[in-house]
């Protein structure tokens, strides 16, 4: 197994706090991923749908458990696996995406696939000074220009991680990764 962290960042005018709509963990929030076969290469055409309500069992030859989707490459028939790991995530502040700073939102535990592209769909939410907005980022933007807040310059990254954390206390250990 590899795990990969999705981090985020934008340019968040008379905004903080960008996340999901239902939170970071929210069991119902759909990740758009798209996924890389790592036997041949082929990436997928369209995007895979991943959320943490949705589960599968794991296909008897990797062992027992869930996963949240279950894929066969379409090039080379080679299935892979894709679980979502929630608890690890954190809202993007205004500061963070002023200095061009990412968070991580979300960990995925991968057999087969590697996650090379993430498309933010329509359910999130960030807050102003005097309320909450609900805002659609599939166009990689929102913008209200009567009350001036301002999502922008929205970009997403998968990372690699480390994959010892198997023998180690997997709180601890994501801690160390990158610092909070
Ligand atoms: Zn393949």
Redesign the pocket.
């Known amino acids: 197994m590899v795990y990969f962290q999705l981090k985020i960042t934008a340019n968040l005018a008379g905004l903080d706090n960008l996340q999901p709509r239902g939170g970071l963990d929210d069991p119902d929030h759909p990740y758009f991923i798209k996924l890389q076969?790592e036997?041949?290469g082929?990436i997928t055409p369209s995007f895979s749908c991943v959320m943490l309500s949705e589960e599968v069992l794991l296909p008897r030859v990797y062992g027992r458990g869930t996963v949240n989707l279950v894929q066969k490459?379409k090039?080379?028939d080679?299935v892979g696996t894709v679980k979502m790991i929630s608890g690890f995530g954190k809202p993007l502040k205004h500061t963070s995406g002023e200095s061009g700073g990412y968070v991580r939102i979300m960990v995925f535990e991968c057999h087969g696939f590697a996650p090379v592209e993430f498309s933010f769909g329509a359910v999130w939410k960030a807050q102003s000074r005097e309320r909450l907005w609900e805002m659609d980022l599939s166009k990689g933007e929102f913008n209200d220009f009567d009350e001036r807040v301002h999502v922008t310059d929205l970009k997403a990254k998968f990372e690699r991680m480390k994959t010892f954390w198997r023998y180690h206390d997997r709180y601890l250990y994501l801690r160390s990764v990158d610092g909070w």
Do not use: I, P, Q
Request: with cysteine.
């Open positions: 076969c036997n041949c082929e490459c090039l080379c080679r």
